[in-house]
């Protein structure tokens, strides 16, 4: 059992940063970035193996503004989010993928974390 704890989200105005933190109590093979409105569907919002480099992106136009990365000392895995908008409002969950190929599926993602609350104030 994988345990992840997401922080670092919160209430910032357009055009703000923030950065989520996701730490996990041990490493498999991707970390993954999703997000959720209430009455919606969560979509994918980005991934990043631990073994390498590797990205991945969704197509939402969040590809530019978020940056995923990781940092094997501490298991954490982080997004930076840059030029929030409306939007983006939505909780954020971080989730341990059960592949080193990088998925955009929740399907693709054994563990979850609680999710952590970003408000972008327009």
């Known amino acids: 059992q994988v345990e992840l704890v997401e922080s670092g989200g919160g209430l910032v105005q357009a055009g703000g940063s923030l950065r989520l933190s996701c730490e996990a109590s041990e490493r498999t093979f991707s970390m993954g970035w999703f997000r959720q409105v209430p009455g919606k569907e969560r979509e994918f919002v980005a991934a990043?193996?631990?073994?390498?480099?590797?990205?991945?992106y969704a197509d939402s136009g969040v590809k530019g503004r978020f940056t995923i990365s990781r940092e094997i000392a501490k298991n954490t895995v982080y997004l930076q989010m840059n030029s929030l908008k409306f939007e983006d409002t939505a909780v954020y969950y971080c989730?341990?993928?059960?592949?080193?190929?990088?998925?955009?599926?929740?399907?693709?993602?054994?563990?979850w974390g609680q999710g952590t609350q970003v408000t972008v104030s327009s």
């Open positions: 989730a341990a993928g059960r592949t080193f190929a990088l998925r955009r599926r929740d399907s693709d993602y054994d563990y």
């Open positions: 990043i193996g631990w073994n390498d480099d590797n990205t991945y």
